[in-house]
Antibody
């Protein structure tokens, strides 16, 4: 059974960089066939796709966030990470990591429990 | 990127059938598969329907999906109290302004 777990600071100051890591267990990121994604949910709101990464390092980002987002992968640790720069209060949200199927990036079959990140001074 | 439009709420009594609509455009629903997610209170979303009308293993056949043109629907038949949750549709968007995954606005289902 694949499991994903987000980790990182729950509080980030405005203008700083938000950094989160997703640790995958029960399956290897290096095995291929899956795209590892980040999705966020503003408090009381809907879901927003942030982007994905393949084990090879190829990425694709939401055009609206592209200038501030970096997703990276560490196959040796079976982890992938999210960095979001120049954050504001509008970036306060629950951040989820999830596994997407190759060729069907919206097919997200395993999700982490989510972690709340608050942007505040 | 565009957002898929859903009604904010839907409700029904136990045993009833509830239908949720999801409206998009030619660049998303009109040309790509539709997915549905169920989010129970305080939990992560769960994949409910994939490729328009397929159910992952373990999802009851009370849940069904369909797609026509630029719209899609999720139907819940034999409504149960545990179906009370938020439901989101999703699709890949190939719009000229930028490609990416888009989610619906979400529908809160209440079991009366």
């Amino acid at each position: 059974q694949v499991q994903l777990q987000e980790s990182g600071p729950g509080l980030v100051k405005p203008s700083q960089t938000l950094s989160l890591t997703c640790t995958v267990s029960g399956g290897s990121i290096s095995s291929g066939g899956y795209y590892w994604s980040w999705i966020r949910q503003h408090p009381g709101k809907g879901l927003e796709w942030i982007g994905y990464i393949y084990y090879s390092g190829s990425t694709y980002y939401n055009p609206s966030l592209k200038s501030r987002v970096t997703i990276s992968v560490d196959t040796s640790k079976n982890q992938f990470s999210l960095k979001l720069s120049s954050v504001t209060a509008a970036d306060t949200a629950v951040y989820y990591c999830a596994r997407g199927w190759s060729g069907s990036y919206v097919h997200l079959d395993y999700w982490g429990q989510g972690t709340l990140v608050t942007v505040s001074s | 990127q565009s957002v898929l439009t859903q009604p904010p709420s839907a409700s029904g009594t136990p045993g009833q059938r509830v239908t949720i609509s999801c409206s998009g455009s030619s660049s998303n629903i009109g040309s790509n598969y539709v997915y549905w997610y169920q989010q129970l209170p305080g939990t992560a979303p769960k994949l409910l329907i994939y490729r328009n009308n397929q159910r992952p293993s373990g999802v009851p056949d009370r849940f069904s999906g369909s797609k026509s043109g630029t719209s899609a629907s999720l139907a819940i038949s034999g409504l149960r109290s545990e179906d009370e949750a938020d439901y989101y549709c999703a699709a890949w968007d190939d719009s000229l302004s930028g490609r990416g995954a888009v989610f619906g606005t979400g529908t809160k289902v209440t079991v009366l």
